[in-house]
Nanobody, 122 residues
């Protein structure tokens, strides 16, 4: 199993980025997929996730209304559209997957990607 993130980079505050996660995983449509992030010197933080059945999603409060998760089950892809970025969004962003699970906010996912750096300048 492999999760490969892409799309990170440097952006000015107020800008947008779209992260992608390519999943080499069987039965992708049966995995709850999500994003976590970790800033330097801070604990890992849940960003958002999309439930495997029905497509319901949830987000941490600080990104609600700015970030949107989507998935393409036909392509085994997960996306994170990030708008109105703020310097406090600067972190390494990780794609995660958990088989037939409710959305987990603690980080107990089956698989993690290597991460992609997002840097938002003020």
């Amino acid at each position: 199993v492999q999760l490969v993130e892409s799309g990170g980079g440097l952006v000015q505050a107020g800008g947008s980025l779209r992260l992608s996660c390519a999943a080499s995983i069987s039965n992708f449509n049966r995995y709850t997929m999500g994003w976590f992030r970790q800033a330097p010197g801070k604990e890992r933080e849940f960003v958002g996730a999309v439930y495997w059945s029905g497509g319901n999603s949830d987000y941490t409060d600080s990104v609600k209304g700015r970030f949107t998760i989507s998935r393409d089950n036909a392509k085994n892809m997960l996306y994170l559209q990030m708008n109105s970025l703020k310097p406090e969004d600067t972190a390494v962003y990780y794609c995660v997957a958990k088989f037939q699970s409710d959305i987990d906010y603690s980080g107990a996912y089956d698989y993690w990607g290597q991460g992609t750096q997002v840097t938002v300048s003020s």
